[in-house]
């Protein structure tokens, strides 16, 4: 077993939440409409929002400004990302932790865990159900514990992308993690990660420091708020930040968040590429009574789509922890990412049958529908799911990643991406239901396309896949 390597910051660390500060811009007077529209206007030319700017949107109390800045979120995403989600799934690889937070089933303090790390053959045959059922993205999880090392980490990266099964193959694997060091991250790097994916959980200072202990690795802050820039120094320009809602003030850690994004984008020169902003679930061993700060589904939409107004380029993670009905009503304000299909207990695809047990994962999620019903309906609602990676493996990623920057980008790439796997999943892995849906939804998005050279390419590529068992064709 390796020892966890020192806590070394950055040079450029720097801890740049003032809780003060933050809190007086949660609770201004509200924004007038005058300004509330001046804002909106600035992220609809597709500015990146100031953390004073996205306070004035949170502090909307009236009806109409609400819908105002629902609408925007709408209509910002519609401009930005079309109408593609993208598809993926989480692989808990390990639940081992040392560290004690409050809130997770896998905390070093909770005795009914099962604890389980997966063998080589146990993550393949974890991959392999995902690749059954059509998956081209995943993330694997760790807890934080010297198993679970960085050359463990790359190890799993490695054991993931080689398995295939059928014409089933991985193409973007991610990681969450704890924040690594230096070497760690290269060391990651090199084995081929896409985005490495950290979330601050909380933050509030104080309330971080209520629920994770100053003693465990994880209870120390800063460390863990310079983790995406130690990454970007390393070299991994893909990061993703994150926070766990309900731990406190829900505008606070939007607040807290855009600080992160601005923070990243100033000293880098790139913005995080994905935020999440899980809800708080049940999980085993957790009682959490001390200042829990709920957020209804109504704040919850709100959240959404005032992220989505303040970092126009980032893409928003909506997980499986929320329920159906949840997920389709916030995914319109600006998600650009779903997991579906999940499971969080380790080995969940093989052996978690269909009812899910707490002892043995993290939290409960709260839709565990099968991916083929998920796409189902995401096309029945308009959206055109897609398992596209091709910028990532055409290193269009970190300040390369000009997805947004380039006119037409979409038109050229992302589009036509996300039709061609689309077309690959309904002709190896749909059901008949699914796959008439789906031959829909390419049909109307082809008859959006203007005639010519590029439609022809599609529109050939789309046979090849379909009757000449071609994969992969990626632009
Ligand atoms: N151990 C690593 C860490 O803490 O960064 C990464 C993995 S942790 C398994 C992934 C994320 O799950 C955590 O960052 C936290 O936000 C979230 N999580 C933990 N407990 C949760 C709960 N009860 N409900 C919802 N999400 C939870
Ligand atoms: Fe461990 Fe991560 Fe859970 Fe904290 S959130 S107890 S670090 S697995």
Redesign the pocket.
């Given at each position: 077993m390796c020892a966890l390597p020192a806590m070394t910051l950055s040079p450029k660390a720097v801890d740049f939440i003032d809780d003060a500060r933050l809190t007086a811009l949660t609770s201004a007077a509200p924004a007038d409409f005058a300004r509330v529209r001046e804002i909106i206007a600035k992220s609809l030319s597709k500015e990146p929002l100031e953390v004073e700017e996205t306070a004035a949107l949170l502090s909307a109390t009236d009806p109409g400004m609400i819908e105002e800045i629902f609408a925007a979120a709408r209509q910002l995403k519609r401009d930005v990302y079309g109408n593609r989600i993208v598809l993926f799934a989480p692989i808990?690889v390990g639940?081992e932790?040392l560290?004690d937070?409050l809130?997770?089933?896998?905390k070093r303090s909770n005795a009914d865990a099962v604890r389980r790390t997966l063998d080589d053959d146990e993550l393949r045959r974890q991959v392999e159900a995902l690749e059954q059922v059509g998956h081209r993205r995943t993330i694997l999880?760790?807890?934080?514990h010297p198993l679970y090392d960085a050359d463990f980490i790359a190890h799993c990266v490695r054991v993931t992308y080689e398995t295939k099964v059928g014409r089933g193959d991985i193409r973007r694997v991610n990681i969450?993690?704890?924040?690594m060091d230096y070497e760690g991250y290269r060391t990651i790097k090199a084995a081929g990660i896409g985005t490495y994916?950290?979330?601050q959980?909380t933050y509030h200072h104080a309330t971080y420091a209520q629920l994770h202990p100053r003693n465990t690795r994880?209870g120390n802050y800063l460390y863990?708020l310079d983790g995406q820039g130690r990454a970007m120094e390393a070299g991994c320009d893909d990061v993703g930040i994150?926070?766990?809602f309900?731990l406190h003030d829900w505008r606070f850690e939007v607040l807290g968040l855009v600080s992160h994004a601005v923070h990243l984008r100033r000293t880098y020169g790139v913005g995080p590429h994905t935020i999440?902003f899980?809800?708080?679930?049940?999980?085993s061993g957790?009682t959490?009574d001390h200042n829990y700060a709920q957020v209804d589904d109504e704040a919850f939409k709100r959240l959404i789509a005032v992220l989505r107004l303040s970092v126009p380029y980032t893409g928003l993670i909506l997980?499986a922890?929320e329920p159906p009905h949840v997920r389709r009503e916030a995914m319109e304000f600006g998600v650009s990412q779903i997991d579906a299909g999940s499971r969080?207990e380790i080995g969940g695809y093989t052996d978690g049958g269909k009812k899910q047990n707490l002892d043995r994962e993290?939290?409960?999620l709260g839709d565990i529908r099968p991916l083929d019903v998920v796409m189902r309906e995401l096309m029945a609602d308009g959206y055109v799911p897609s398992f596209c990676t091709a910028c990532y493996r055409l290193g269009r990623t970190g300040e390369h990643f000009m997805e947004f920057a380039i006119p037409g980008f979409i038109k050229r790439f992302c589009t036509p991406n996300a039709l061609t796997t689309l077309e690959e999943y309904l002709t190896d892995y749909a059901s008949p239901e699914t796959r008439a849906a789906g031959e829909k939804i390419i049909a109307d998005e082809l008859a959006k396309i203007d005639e010519g050279p590029g439609k022809a390419e599609i529109v050939d590529r789309l046979r090849r896949i379909r009757d000449g068992g071609e994969r992969d064709l990626y632009f």
């Open positions: 808990y639940n932790c560290n937070c809130y997770c089933g896998f999880v760790f807890g934080e969450n993690a704890a924040p994916q950290i979330f959980e994880k863990r994150g926070a766990l309900g999440s899980p809800r708080i679930r049940p999980a957790v959490l997980t922890r969080c993290q939290f409960a």
